[in-house]
């Protein structure tokens, strides 16, 4: 098993930064990709950001390309999601996901991000 410890979220301003982290810990040797997802009040949970664990390949959704950044650090098992220029639409809750060999799919608990305007 995968446990996801994620911090960082809060209350900010529109146009503000914010840093997320995901820690993960246990089996973390078959880790293919650590992503960010986020579920705003009345929608559907949506994909937000991915990163390879080989190669540091990342992806990201439309809706945040240029604002939002993901990064890691490999030594601590650890990704990041640095949140630019931030929009009140960018409100919900962000949840951090790790996809291990087998299909193995782990959630964070999540942490809320609120954008006031």
């Known amino acids: 098993q995968v446990q996801l410890v994620e911090s960082g979220g809060g209350l900010v301003q529109a146009g503000a930064s914010l840093r997320l982290s995901c820690a993960a810990s246990?089996?973390?040797?078959?880790?293919?990709?650590m992503a960010w997802y986020r579920q705003a009040p009345g929608n559907e949970r949506e994909f937000v950001a991915t990163?390879?664990?080989?190669?540091?390949?990342?992806g990201y959704a439309d809706s945040v390309k240029g604002r939002f950044t993901i990064s890691r650090d490999n030594g601590k098992n650890t990704v990041f999601l640095q949140m630019n220029s931030q929009k009140p639409e960018d409100t919900a809750i962000y949840y951090c996901?790790?996809?291990?060999?087998?299909?193995?799919?782990?959630w964070g608990q999540g942490t809320q991000v609120t954008v006031s305007s």
């Open positions: 246990g089996r973390t040797n078959d880790i293919l990709t």
């Open positions: 990163m390879r664990w080989i190669g540091d390949t990342t």
């Open positions: 996901r790790v996809l291990r060999i087998g299909e193995n799919i782990h």
